[in-house]
């Protein structure tokens, strides 16, 4: 009996014709084996004697694009609409989830897929065991880099994915994990391995590995992202919403459809009916109850789609391998040619009469003597003289490779491998932007998926996140406040031993229900930098700390000029403002205690001047009360000399009158 194959199988072979015409199914494959090294064609009995050097400028211009487009951190900050609600919370949990499930290494996979294979494409899914804090199993979002190949659309020529009918993504599983998430066991016994189909020649699986290819389609129902799996002849299970709060709710509705349905049954019957609570996963006809509370909805399919170099009326992009294969089979056959006559020469043909060795075996020896043994006067042994290729073969190759790294925007400007020792880092730095011009417009694509990016997270993060602890760094001024108020504690207590210093992070708790109907703003900060941004900002440091200008400029003014200096010359700036906001606090403390030294002071002179206003006032009333007493003195002296003046006018007068009378 022949097998029916299943609808999802169907749409993947109409997926798959697309990209053999296209021709994707050969190109990428050749890319990949060019980067990797592997240039030359098998190895035929008539060419097992050429030489295969490979000088791989594929990975080199490779490479260096990649360094540039990731050589600049990206953050994403979610900001809402609403003023009044604080996203900062939100940011740090998504900061924290991204770091967790390392989210620069696959960044950096997915960018090499875009400039080796034309396409990058995330995908985003919920894993019930991955590991939390505590190292519990409490499930978590990861990611997976899907190859251009194990992918389809239901247009391809429409290159936003999240306008896509349908997305369909192939993977290898092993037969018991699929055999698990059947829907019934008839399903499941009709999962077996089936054969590896790939298109890459160093691709290969492990014997008896039991594998069994897997087609996953996501679509949309409502509003809603569905997906259902299936392989070749089966379909795994029916579709399942993406939304864990649509499945409880569907699920809630199906189960109170059982009890009313076996209510009447038990009514009808006379007797009582057990209800079996069902998993079953086919939930795609079941409809929720009207006048019941909008959910938030699961609206963004799992997966970005993307490219670093766009192709028109396509989703896939352009290669950059694919404009410079040909110019590296050159390089390579140019080379292999000059290595072949360098060969050739060095071990050149023999010419040999018959008889002129005699049983003699020619091994090629620098030290082995031949004996003609032809008649004399005629040659017996002759080594046959080739032609040398000139030195302009070598300039050939040459002209080849920088004719490619200028097409290909990958010069020695962009690399630095002639940068002059002459040049300041500024200077160098000056020179890549303008030819980084370019590589911008990748990196600023690349942003943009990012952006999408960020809100296919959001949407896990408000779903699938229910008191999730996350670890943050706390701010330079919290943690300041946090060490005063345990040396404070500290000292309030009487505590003399060391106290430690405050931990840089901290741990909190995210609830997604919390953000459900907070809408937010995606944006993606990412400091721009060029290969000798780290000279530019070094120069910048030295100017300021070890030339002494720092304890020149006002903190004020040196966070000014922080702020205004290039971006590209100082990628993060943010350490030097916490190294200036320390020299402010620093500052500040040094103030703080100069104050309490003068205001000590100006209280021991106030003391001191308080000590003296007292004695001069005792001082004052002593000779207040001397005046008083000296007056009293005075006046009973003045008095006496009154009296005594008064008593000899008196003897005076009476002397007078005698001698008048006398007189008379």
Same mark, same amino acid.
């Given at each position: 009996?022949?097998?029916?194959?299943?609808?999802?199988?169907?749409?993947?072979?109409?997926?798959?014709?697309?990209?053999?015409?296209?021709?994707?199914?050969?190109?990428?494959?050749?890319?990949?084996?060019?980067?990797?090294?592997?240039?030359?064609?098998?190895?035929?009995?008539?060419?097992?004697?050429?030489?295969?050097?490979?000088?791989?400028?594929?990975?080199?211009?490779?490479?260096?694009?990649?360094?540039?487009?990731?050589?600049?951190?990206?953050?994403?900050?979610?900001?809402?609409?609403?003023?009044?609600?604080?996203?900062?919370?939100?940011?740090?949990?998504?900061?924290?989830?991204?770091?967790?499930?390392?989210?620069?290494?696959?960044?950096?996979?997915?960018?090499?897929?875009?400039?080796?294979?034309?396409?990058?494409?995330?995908?985003?899914?919920?894993?019930?065991?991955?590991?939390?804090?505590?190292?519990?199993?409490?499930?978590?979002?990861?990611?997976?880099?899907?190859?251009?190949?194990?992918?389809?659309?239901?247009?391809?020529?429409?290159?936003?994915?999240?306008?896509?009918?349908?997305?369909?993504?192939?993977?290898?599983?092993?037969?018991?994990?699929?055999?698990?998430?059947?829907?019934?066991?008839?399903?499941?016994?009709?999962?077996?391995?089936?054969?590896?189909?790939?298109?890459?020649?160093?691709?290969?699986?492990?014997?008896?590995?039991?594998?069994?290819?897997?087609?996953?389609?996501?679509?949309?129902?409502?509003?809603?992202?569905?997906?259902?799996?299936?392989?070749?002849?089966?379909?795994?299970?029916?579709?399942?919403?993406?939304?864990?709060?649509?499945?409880?709710?569907?699920?809630?509705?199906?189960?109170?459809?059982?009890?009313?349905?076996?209510?009447?049954?038990?009514?009808?019957?006379?007797?009582?009916?057990?209800?079996?609570?069902?998993?079953?996963?086919?939930?795609?006809?079941?409809?929720?109850?009207?006048?019941?509370?909008?959910?938030?909805?699961?609206?963004?399919?799992?997966?970005?789609?993307?490219?670093?170099?766009?192709?028109?009326?396509?989703?896939?992009?352009?290669?950059?391998?694919?404009?410079?294969?040909?110019?590296?089979?050159?390089?390579?056959?140019?080379?292999?040619?000059?290595?072949?006559?360098?060969?050739?020469?060095?071990?050149?043909?023999?010419?040999?009469?018959?008889?002129?060795?005699?049983?003699?075996?020619?091994?090629?020896?620098?030290?082995?003597?031949?004996?003609?043994?032809?008649?004399?006067?005629?040659?017996?042994?002759?080594?046959?003289?080739?032609?040398?290729?000139?030195?302009?073969?070598?300039?050939?190759?040459?002209?080849?490779?920088?004719?490619?790294?200028?097409?290909?925007?990958?010069?020695?400007?962009?690399?630095?491998?002639?940068?002059?020792?002459?040049?300041?880092?500024?200077?160098?730095?000056?020179?890549?932007?303008?030819?980084?011009?370019?590589?911008?417009?990748?990196?600023?694509?690349?942003?943009?998926?990012?952006?999408?990016?960020?809100?296919?997270?959001?949407?896990?993060?408000?779903?699938?996140?229910?008191?999730?602890?996350?670890?943050?760094?706390?701010?330079?001024?919290?943690?300041?406040?946090?060490?005063?108020?345990?040396?404070?504690?500290?000292?309030?207590?009487?505590?003399?031993?060391?106290?430690?210093?405050?931990?840089?992070?901290?741990?909190?708790?995210?609830?997604?229900?919390?953000?459900?109907?907070?809408?937010?703003?995606?944006?993606?900060?990412?400091?721009?930098?060029?290969?000798?941004?780290?000279?530019?900002?070094?120069?910048?440091?030295?100017?300021?700390?070890?030339?002494?200008?720092?304890?020149?400029?006002?903190?004020?003014?040196?966070?000014?000029?922080?702020?205004?200096?290039? +971006?590209?010359?100082?990628?993060?700036?943010?350490?030097?403002?916490? =190294?200036?906001? !320390? @020299? /402010?606090? $620093?500052?500040? #403390?040094?103030?703080?205690?100069?104050?309490?030294?003068?205001?000590?002071?100006?209280?021991?002179?106030?003391?001191?001047?308080?000590?003296?206003?007292?004695?001069?006032?005792?001082?004052?009333?002593? +000779?207040?009360?001397?005046?008083?007493?000296?007056?009293?003195?005075? =006046?009973?002296? !003045? @008095? /006496?000399? $009154?009296?005594? #003046?008064?008593?000899?006018?008196?003897?005076?007068?009476?002397?007078?009158?005698?001698?008048?009378?006398?007189?008379?």
């Amino acid at each position: 009996m022949e097998l029916e194959e299943t609808s999802n199988y169907q749409r993947w072979l109409s997926c798959q014709n697309y990209m053999k015409e296209k021709g994707f199914d050969v190109s990428i494959p050749e890319n990949v084996d060019f980067f990797e090294g592997r240039q030359w064609a098998r190895v035929t009995e008539k060419t097992k004697h050429i030489p295969r050097p490979v000088v791989n400028i594929c990975s080199k211009i490779v490479s260096n694009k990649l360094s540039n487009i990731l050589g600049s951190p990206v953050k994403l900050n979610f900001r809402s609409d609403n003023e009044d609600e604080s996203t900062e919370k939100f940011t740090k949990f998504a900061s924290y989830q991204m770091k967790e499930m390392n989210q620069e290494y696959y960044d950096y996979l997915a960018c090499l897929d875009g400039l080796v294979k034309n396409t990058y494409t995330y995908y985003y899914y919920w894993d019930e065991n991955a590991i939390g804090r505590q190292g519990v199993a409490k499930g978590g979002l990861r990611c997976e880099i899907i190859d251009p190949l194990n992918i389809g659309f239901a247009n391809p020529r429409q290159s936003d994915c999240q306008k896509q009918e349908w997305i369909i993504i192939r993977d290898r599983q092993s037969v018991a994990s699929v055999k698990k998430m059947c829907s019934s066991k008839k399903v499941a016994e009709s999962i077996v391995s089936d054969d590896f189909d790939t298109d890459y020649s160093e691709d290969i699986e492990q014997r008896d590995s039991k594998m069994v290819t897997v087609y996953t389609r996501f679509f949309r129902k409502d509003g809603e992202v569905y997906f259902e799996k299936s392989t070749r002849y089966a379909d795994i299970h029916k579709p399942i919403p993406m939304n864990p709060l649509l499945v409880r709710k569907l699920r809630e509705e199906k189960e109170q459809k059982r009890l009313l349905k076996n209510k009447d049954k038990s009514t009808n019957s006379g007797e009582d009916t057990e209800v079996v609570t069902s998993q079953d996963s086919n939930l795609e006809n079941e409809t929720i109850s009207e006048n019941k509370e909008e959910l938030y909805k699961f609206y963004f399919y799992p997966v970005e789609v993307g490219c670093l170099t766009p192709r028109d009326h396509c989703i896939y992009g352009i290669s950059e391998v694919e404009g410079i294969k040909d110019n590296q089979r050159a390089v390579n056959f140019q080379l292999s040619m000059i290595l072949l006559n360098a060969q050739s020469m060095g071990m050149g043909k023999i010419l040999l009469k018959a008889g002129a060795l005699k049983n003699q075996v020619v091994n090629n020896s620098p030290a082995q003597v031949l004996i003609d043994h032809t008649p004399i006067g005629s040659w017996g042994i002759k080594m046959l003289e080739g032609q040398q290729f000139s030195n302009g073969a070598f300039d050939v190759a040459n002209i080849i490779i920088e004719m490619t790294r200028s097409a290909t925007n990958s010069t020695d400007v962009i690399t630095g491998d002639m940068i002059s020792k002459d040049l300041s880092g500024t200077a160098i730095a000056q020179i890549q932007a303008q030819g980084q011009k370019p590589i911008e417009q990748m990196q600023k694509r690349f942003w943009r998926s990012k952006e999408r990016i960020g809100k296919i997270l959001e949407q896990f993060y408000k779903l699938f996140y229910e008191d999730a602890e996350y670890s943050y760094e706390i701010s330079e001024e919290t943690a300041q406040l946090r060490q005063k108020a345990m040396e404070e504690f500290s000292r309030d207590n009487n505590y003399n031993g060391v106290i430690p210093p405050v931990m840089k992070t901290t741990i909190g708790t995210f609830n997604g229900a919390d953000f459900q109907k907070t809408p937010f703003n995606i944006v993606v900060e990412a400091g721009k930098g060029t290969q000798y941004s780290e000279i530019m900002a070094m120069d910048f440091v030295n100017n300021l700390i070890m030339n002494g200008n720092i304890n020149n400029i006002n903190p004020d003014d040196l966070e000014l000029l922080i702020d205004m200096y290039p +971006t590209s010359a100082i990628p993060d700036k943010s350490k030097l403002k916490t =190294a200036i906001k !320390n @020299k /402010k606090m $620093s500052m500040i #403390t040094q103030l703080q205690g100069q104050v309490q030294q003068l205001t000590q002071l100006l209280q021991e002179a106030k003391n001191e001047l308080d000590s003296r206003e007292g004695k001069i006032n005792a001082l004052s009333q002593y +000779t207040k009360q001397l005046n008083s007493e000296y007056g009293k003195v005075i =006046a009973n002296q !003045n @008095k /006496k000399i $009154s009296d005594m #003046t008064k008593a000899l006018q008196s003897t005076d007068a009476s002397k007078s009158d005698e001698k008048n009378v006398n007189k008379a």
